[in-house]
């Protein structure tokens, strides 16, 4: 097949400052590319390095730096007129547009991350072409875009049951057009550090993901902070960075300032944002990862790549996070604090149940290697009468 991915606006697609979305992408067009697909990325660009996988074709977009005051209030009004999704998207359209019908050959499918408003627009330039959309979060979108998909998107995939669901009701998507995909973890980049079953002292607990209230940080620093007072030996690092490329102003941000308090308290390391090839190593430093999310979060890539790194993951209860751990976490209600830090006391405290759920993590992780992923992407194709013509042999999904 040729595959064209439009990523989605304000996302790059590169390991400098690529967030979640470029990442999937990245996995699963590698391994499509693997199994004899062409790839093609259509992606904006910040003078960052890009992934190395596929063909990557540059698209132009804007931010509010760079626009005038006067470019910015037409712009908005632009966006009310055209009901779009994201600021200053016109831009951004204009120059995918231009890039889809540039391609030496129509693609025979699109897939579009997180974008509502495009498979419209992709529908009338390539109207013999599958469109699908690939989406991480609930979508929300305006009755237009909600109805043109009815007819402009072949096929829908999303990274949960719990988004396919949101999905469903809230766009009635049909049930045989649309597809919970589950992401993945690359057990060649994320893997076990030598003796991760054993013990040791610290035992040292991780968060690693955006700083954000939803994200529950504060709720590992304060669990840490009581397991220390009660002469436990054990560590917190926090990992992440602000909503929005924030680096650096943390301290303008009101939630960082309660955490800075929560993680002195607690004696934690913070180190701020992290690249993309920085996290397996930082993984494979730590025994425990706590993703403590308040909100539904759909499908973190934290889940089955910190399992797949040997840790122990302390997780909620929330969104797509029981599907995607599957069995191979200690799951806890994020706003029962007393529940979190017992179930992480018992972590620290017992070598025998970190041991257990450590191994109970690599377990479930070498379940779901991104090839499932590209399989299931085939899958789907095939039932929309693409030939997928995969030289790949067929991998069990779960």
Known sequence: MRICVLNMPMEY???????????VIMESSRELIARGHEVTIMTMVNGDPTYDVGTVAPVAGRTRDDLSFVQRRWSDVRQRIGKWDWPYYEFFRKSYMRRLQELPRAPDVVIVHNDLAAPRFIRNVLPGTKVMTWLHNENRTGPRNILANRTAVDHHITVSGYIRD??????????EKITAILNAANPETFFPRDGAL???????????????????????ADAVATLKSEGLDVTLTIAGGLWWYGHGKEMEDPFFRELKGKMDA????YLGHVTRDF????FRAHDIVC????????????????????????ASTRGGIPEVCGGGAILVDPDKSTDVTAALRRLVAEPAELRKWKQAGIERAAQRPWACVAEEVERVCGRLGLETGSRAPAMASS
């Open 13 to 23: 697609f590169s390991p400098v400052s690529g967030g979640a979305i470029s990442t």
């Open 166 to 175: 949101w999905t469903m009701k809230h766009m009635g998507v049909p049930g």
């Open 198 to 220: 054993e013990p040791r002292t610290p035992v040292r607990v991780l968060f690693a993901s955006r700083i954000d209230r939803n994200k529950g940080p504060d709720l590992a």
């Open 266 to 269: 607690a004696k934690a390391e």
């Open 279 to 282: 996290i397996p190593e930082l």
């Open 291 to 314: 993703l403590l999310s308040r909100s539904n979060d759909p499908c973190p890539l934290v889940c089955l790549e910190a399992l797949s790194s040997g840790c122990a993951l302390l």
